[in-house]
């Protein structure tokens, strides 16, 4: 039995991973994470303590990492999740996203190179920049990088840097890019999470700029069982593009969270534009389909949204103490 240390765990992507891992395999979890604002011990209740264990720390701490490395050994591995992951929050204050994803990022591989620990960085798709809303292709490994904001260029960084550390040092690393996820235990500041929990609240969406703005959407349980097929089949030093074909453009996602509400799809805000936002993400997975055998098991994206909405109906204590401190700090920016 194996053991993976998942860093960022009690956030929305890593708890639910963990979830996957301890449900579909006999793997062992160790989870690091600071507990920022985005972590949430309530998103690992219930979970079997004899394979999991919970380690509060933060990735850019060299004697904490350093400490949890020398538990592994040559069957196990480090899952990196842990970042500092919202646009908004870029763009308000840097300084946490050049820490986390990159010095935190440094950190953990130093640690996994000097044990030849296996290694697995989890990435995005924003690192390739934007596509024009009627462009043709759609983002590939072989897309140049070519971020956008604080956030994309931090996370562009952590991938280069894995990228030098398997090339210079024999890192025995693999990346996946994933596009836009959605699912249980998404932070309210999130696009779809804000839109169901105004409507909860009998609030009106927001919608940004003029809502065309269009992202790839995957449910967060294929972005689990990609990265598992990725770290039990995947290739050392390859990069593998993550998505569900789940094009929508924001406005499309709100009128049908808003038709599932029983209410009018033009009862929606348009507020303040993101600066620098991107126009449209769209993610090729065939490298991952063909060469790993992955498909993606929840494509129907309507059904995922109703799902996602009950959950967020039935689950209001883990989601209303953040709901005040989210809209507060909207407010102030005009979004
Ligand atoms: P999230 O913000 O919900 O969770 C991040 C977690 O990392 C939190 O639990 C937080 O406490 C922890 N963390 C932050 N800084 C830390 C530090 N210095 N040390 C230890 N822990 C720290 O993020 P998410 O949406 O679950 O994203 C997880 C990963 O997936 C990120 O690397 C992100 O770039 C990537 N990703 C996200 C999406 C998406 O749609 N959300 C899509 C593709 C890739
Ligand atoms: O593509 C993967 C990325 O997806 C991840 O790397 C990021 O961690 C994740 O946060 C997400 O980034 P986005 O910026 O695409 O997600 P967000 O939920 O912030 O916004 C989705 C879209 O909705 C975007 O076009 C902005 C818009 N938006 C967002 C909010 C919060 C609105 O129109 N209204 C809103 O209230």
Known sequence: MSILLVTGGAGFIGSNFVRHVLESTDRSVIVLDKLTYAGDLGALDGLPSDRYEFVRGDIADAALVDGLADRLG????????????????????????????????????????????????????????????????????????N??????????ASDLLVRAWVRSFGLRATISNCSNNYGPYQHVEKFIPRQITNLLRGDRPKVYGSGENVRDWIHTDDHSSAVLAILERGAIGETYLIGADGERSNREVVELLLTAFGRRPDEFDFVGERPGHDLRYAIDSTKLREELDWRPARVDFEKGLHATVEWYRAHETWWGPQKERTEAAYAKVGR
């Open 74 to 145: 040559a069957d196990d591995a480090i899952v990196h999740f842990a970042a500092e992951s919202h646009n908004d929050n870029s763009l308000a204050d840097p300084a946490p996203f050049l820490e986390t994803n990159v010095v935190g990022t440094y950190t953990l591989i130093e640690a996994a190179r000097r044990r030849g620990l296996r290694f697995h960085h989890v990435s995005t798709d924003e690192v390739y920049g934007d596509l024009e809303l009627d462009a043709p292709g759609r983002f590939t490994e072989a897309t140049p990088y």
């Open 147 to 156: 971020p956008s904001s604080p956030y994309s260029s931090t996370k562009a």
